[in-house]
């Protein structure tokens, strides 16, 4: 199950840490994310150092769709709904300078980056989509409703958002990670007070950057109340139409669809991790339906943080931790938040103001409808007498058929049928549980 990105690219190696180093920036994770904020240290001449337990971008940034865009679903009537129009223009600007930086770093690397507008369309509510463009108008954004689209399923629209763009995440990471001081196969033990104890030694550093998909520390900042996590899959077809733009629906549980060289890219079944959904099997079903002269390239899963209010969680870790800072929480749009959140960090840790800082603050209210959600489906898992349990706070474990894997329902962790990890926030494995 390994993605076309991973089949298609090379990426750097980098040696294990070996005994006891100081830093003035230590960077956990070696995604996307962690590894933009490293180049932009670097450039700045920062003295930094990012740790990866394993391969870089052995997880998320490896499984993505590698869509770049500021249309993140219908957020945009949301934010001026719920936090005002400003917030809605702070976000807009936030992740339209991400862009920009791709645009600019993609024209001295092949990578595919391909200019594409971007498509959320629904299924049954127009009214949803004229007021997303009624407020895009308000941001200067020309966004348009459309009617005809290009889609094995009947829409009643989709909003337009010109100007976006796609391309293939790992070659991109090939070429601006060599060179960076990165160790590879080095896991974080523990964390205190600017120390981190590693699996080759120990890291001094000034602050520490948390780029590890869900923050891996409980004790501050109450993530593990503030984020969820959901499972999404993609099918790779190849002897199906091929799009121009990219789509996706403006439900949780729909369909995404791009091109890539031949390939229809279509994702979607997605379920909270833990609990029952579509998977492949409903992308096989939709595939065979529409497509029913395209084969199987390639499929692949992936996983993603929800915050409580669909805004990324970046900046200062907590507010009683002021050298430790976290980019989590990217609702399925990992490369757009990715670049955002390391413009963002770069500034933070560098002592900079930034205009968007108090936007994608870690310490914002967390009174929201989806807190309670999260709680309830954390006491009810906790409150279940079953074997195995996640060792990162004691749930009960499900068995996905699918991917044959033990999900916790709480909080994402991902362990294989011999006990490995696969998806954190869990940092160790557990002993190998029989199958159902």
Known sequence: MRSIWEQ???????DALTGGVQTDVLIIGGGMAGILCAYF?????????????????GGVTGNTTAKITSQHG?????LAREFGLEAARLY??????ALARYRSLCREIDCDFQEQDAYVY???????????????EQLGVPARLVSDLPLPIPAAGAVRFPGQAQFHPLRFIAAIARGLRIHEHTKVLSLRDGEAVTSGGTVRAGKVVAATHFPLLNRHGSYFLKLCQHRSYVLALRGAPELEGMYVDEAEDGLSLRSYHGLLLLGGGGHRTGKK?????????????????????ARWAAQDCMSLDGVPYIGQYSARTPGLFVAAGFNK????????????????VRGRENPYAALFSPSRSILRPQLAANALAAAANLLTPTVPRC????????????????DCPCHGSRFAQDGRLLDNPAMVEIDPPDTP
């Open 74 to 78: 219908l957020i945009y009537s949301r």
């Open 391 to 406: 060792p990162h706070m004691g749930c009960a474990l499900k068995y996905n058929r699918q991917e044959h894997s033990w």
């Open 333 to 348: 749009w990992g490369m757009t938040s990715s670049m955002a959140a390391a413009m963002l960090l770069a500034d933070l």
């Open 277 to 297: 959904g579509g998977g492949w099997a409903e992308l096989s079903a939709v595939a065979q339906r529409a497509y029913p002269n395209a084969r199987e390239a």
């Open 122 to 136: 629904s299924l049954g509510r127009r009214d949803k989509l004229e007021n997303e463009v009624a407020v895009l």
């Open 92 to 97: 807009l600007e936030a992740n339209e300078a």
């Open 8 to 14: 298609t690219a090379r990426l750097p190696q980098f």
């Open 41 to 57: 240290l670097e450039q700045a001449g920062v003295d930094y150092l990012l740790l990866e337990a394993d391969r870089i971008c």
